[in-house]
T-cell receptor, first 112, second 116 residues
C-alpha cells in the first residue's frame, strides 16, 4: 500500500521555464512533507520542506505548495536550470516521528 | 568533508554469503537510518537508531542485523544473502526528532549490492 505517490515518472521542461512536480498522499496522519533531489550514484539531498500548518514554503527558486484537503503537494522550480535535472522524491512523515515515507520519484529533465 | 559516508560503494557477492556495510556520520546527529532502494526505485526505511537504540524496525528479515557501536556509526550486517537482497542501500542521519521534530535526513551516497 503506497501512501505517497508521484504519478509522473518523468517530466521534461525547457530551461528557464517553470517545472511543477506533483505528489499525492493517502495517510491523513502525515503532517510534515519534504522534497529530496537525487543525482545518479549519489544519495538523496534535502531540498525543501513544509509543515501542515502552512500551505506554502519558499526557498529561492523552489516553492512547495500543500493542499491538505486534496492531500496533494507540489514543488515549483522557477526558473528551471540544467543542473536541476535529477530525480525528485516527495516524502512524508508525522512531525516528531522518525519514519519517512517516500514516493517513487519523478525524473526531471531540463532541456537547454 | 563527507557528512554521511558508506563503505563499500559497490558490493558483489554470491548467494549464501554474509556481508556488512558500514556507515559513519560526522554531523553530530543522534538518529541514523538504513533505507533500501529496490529495482523499482522505491526507497523504503528498514531501521532507525537513536543514540544506539533501535527505534524503527520495519518488516525486515532476521538475516538483516543493524549494529550501532556509537551514535556516529550504524552498520548493516546481512546473513545468507539472497538474490532479492540486490538493491542500493542508503544510510542517513538526522537530529533527534524530539528536539527538532521535522528534522530532515541527510543521506550517504549509497551501497549498490549485487547478489549473484
Amino acid at each position: 500500500d503506497q501512501q505517497v505517490k508521484q504519478n509522473s515518472p518523468s517530466l521534461s521542461v525547457q530551461e528557464g521555464r517553470i517545472s511543477i512536480l506533483n505528489c499525492d498522499y493517502t495517510n491523513s496522519m502525515f503532517d510534515y512533507f519534504l522534497w529530496y533531489k537525487k543525482y545518479p550514484a549519489e544519495g538523496p539531498t534535502f531540498l525543501i520542506s513544509i509543515s501542515s500548518i502552512k500551505d506554502k514554503n519558499e526557498d529561492g527558486r523552489f516553492t512547495v505548495f500543500l493542499n491538505k484537503s486534496a492531500k496533494h503537494l507540489s514543488l515549483h522550480i522557477v526558473p528551471s536550470q540544467p543542473g536541476d535535472s535529477a530525480v525528485y522524491f516527495c516524502a512524508a512523515k508525522n512531525f516528531g516521528n522518525e519514519k519517512l515515507t517516500f514516493g517513487t520519484g519523478t525524473r526531471l529533465t531540463i532541456i537547454p | 568533508d563527507t557528512a554521511v559516508s558508506q563503505t563499500p560503494k559497490y558490493l558483489v557477492t554470491q548467494m549464501g554469503n554474509d556481508k556488512s556495510i558500514k556507515c559513519e556520520q560526522n554531523l553530530g546527529h543522534d538518529t541514523m537510518y538504513w533505507y533500501k532502494q529496490d529495482s523499482k526505485k522505491f526507497l523504503k526505511i528498514m531501521f532507525s537508531y537513536n543514540n544506539k537504540e533501535l527505534i524503527i524496525n520495519e518488516t525486515v528479515p532476521n538475516r538483516f542485523s543493524p549494529k550501532s557501536p556509537d551514535k556516529a556509526h550504524l552498520n548493516l550486517h546481512i546473513n545468507s544473502l539472497e538474490l532479492g537482497d540486490s538493491a542500493v542501500y542508503f544510510c542517513a542521519s538526522s537530529l533527534d526528532v524530539w528536539t527538532s521534530g521535522g528534522s530532515e535526513q541527510f543521506f550517504g551516497p549509497g551501497t549498490r549490492l549485487t547478489v549473484l
